[in-house]
């Protein structure tokens, strides 16, 4: 059973920094993707980023794209997600998911999921 723990979240002030830390365990192979999301109040789960262990191909949203940089130590099976220029809107639950294959921007087609980190960006 792959297990995903999030640690890295916290209280940050507008224009700041956090980097987030996703820890793999179990049966994580190199053909595994490994994306994070966030949940804000009141909102839907969007896609962040992600990144294929394989190729190390990385994907980001629009929204975060010049900020955040995503990458993975896979001698640690840790991905991390490099958080720059925080705004107040970036406030959420991020989660770390993983799927079998090639990465995927939608939450419904991964298969792992860990229990979120709050990230709070005050203005």
């Known amino acids: 059973q792959v297990q995903l723990v999030e640690s890295g979240g916290g209280l940050v002030q507008a224009g700041g920094s956090l980097r987030l830390s996703c820890a793999a365990s179990?049966?994580?192979?190199?053909?595994?993707?490994i994306g994070w999301f966030r949940q804000a109040p009141g909102k839907e789960r969007e896609f962040v980023s992600a990144?294929?262990?394989?190729?190390?191909?990385?994907f980001y949203a629009d929204s975060v794209q010049g900020r955040f940089t995503i990458s993975s130590e896979n001698a640690k099976n840790t991905v991390y997600l490099q958080m720059d220029s925080l705004k107040p809107e970036d406030t959420a639950v991020y989660y770390c998911?993983?799927?079998?294959?090639?990465?995927?921007?939608?939450?419904?087609?991964?298969?792992?999921w860990g229990q979120g980190t709050r990230v709070t960006v005050s203005s």
């Open positions: 990144i294929s262990r394989r190729g190390g191909m990385t």
């Open positions: 179990g049966p994580t192979g190199s053909n595994f993707g």
């Open positions: 998911a993983a799927r079998a294959g090639s990465v995927r921007t939608t939450s419904n087609e991964y298969d792992y």
